[in-house]
């Protein structure tokens, strides 16, 4: 048994009761923002499902078919690859041959999709009939970060388990028992309460450019740093877009009425929108564009939205 991240051990002993008792849904969906933990916790339900040894705290670890799951080698688990942009349709119907074959180790069968989210119309729908009758002994288990992306149909076909890891407090606590010192304060709001994000963050240093990436912002919009100045050393920090619409909502936004938070949301898009689509463009001429925006949409709040 490899332990779980203490959030995660609440939810797991529910669905380890379910499973012993035979109530556990044919399908559910692990739903949560990106590092809460869904890949682990679908990992740990799969393990218990084809279990043939099943103990109080979850699967045995040593069972054959526990075996088989650690080499990577069981026949009656099937993980989607998530490590392509879309999940086709071809790969949905690899996924329906399979959950209608017979078990190779007479036990369960388990179907994991990861970034369930990203199936194309085409696979939602070739999924759709396995959902609808599910074979005998197979479990479905979808994880996706954008829930709201998943198709309404096939949402609600699967048991929705929503994760948390508790609240900021927590969540800093454990980040400081991790590394041995306290996260910066935006930290955990800006990784949507995901523990293994902030840590991910906090491992690389990312955080450190994070915090600058604040400071500057604050010191542009508060008039003690000049654009040219700002640009200059914004311009290819990392997660630059992340932290600059995490400030735009939290910061910027909040405090305005409907329209002109609106009206900030919408340069922000554009300005996501055309880093991905305009090849070449020069990052720091657009970022300069949508600072002066900004700027001007807080500070001259009738000119833009009106016209
Ligand atoms: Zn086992």
């Known amino acids: 048994m490899t332990e779980l991240y203490p959030w995660l051990q609440p939810p797991f002993n529910q669905l380890l009761a379910l499973t012993n008792s035979g109530q556990l849904a044919h399908a559910l969906v692990l739903c949560g923002p990106a590092g809460i933990g869904k890949a682990t916790m679908a990992d740990a339900l799969a393990a218990v499902l084809l279990c043939k040894n099943r103990q109080p705290a979850g699967a045995c670890g040593q069972c054959k078919s526990c075996m088989l799951r650690q080499a990577g080698n069981h026949a009656d688990l099937l993980k989607l690859h998530s490590d392509t942009q879309h999940i086709g349709v071809d790969a949905i119907r690899q996924l329906n041959n399979f959950s209608h074959g017979a078990a190779q180790q007479h036990g369960n069968r388990v179907v994991v999709i990861p970034a369930a989210d990203t199936m194309t119309e085409a696979a939602a729908n070739a999924l759709l009939k396995t959902l609808e009758e599910p074979p005998a002994g197979c479990f479905i288990i979808l994880v996706s970060s954008n829930y709201p992306q998943l198709s309404a149909t096939i949402r609600s076909r699967c048991q929705q388990w929503q994760l948390h890891a508790g609240n900021a407090a927590d969540i800093a606590q454990w980040l400081s028992q991790q590394t041995n010192k306290s996260p910066p304060a935006f930290l955990v709001e800006y990784c949507q309460g995901a523990p293994l994000k902030a840590l991910s963050l906090l491992a690389d240093d990312t955080a450190t450019s994070l915090s600058d990436t604040l400071t500057l912002l604050d010191e542009y919009f508060s008039g003690k740093l000049q654009l040219t100045n700002v640009v200059k050393q914004l311009d290819g920090k990392a997660e630059l877009s992340g932290m600059l ?63």
């Open 245 to 307: 619409g995490f400030y735009i909502r939290q910061r910027l936004a909040q405090p305005l009425e409907f329209l002109r938070q609106q009206a900030v949301l919408t340069a922000y898009q554009r300005w996501c929108r055309d880093a991905t689509r305009i090849i070449g463009q020069n990052s720091a001429l657009a970022l300069t564009g949508l600072l002066t925006e900004l700027k001007s949409l807080l500070q001259h709040p009738e000119a833009k939205w009106k016209s």
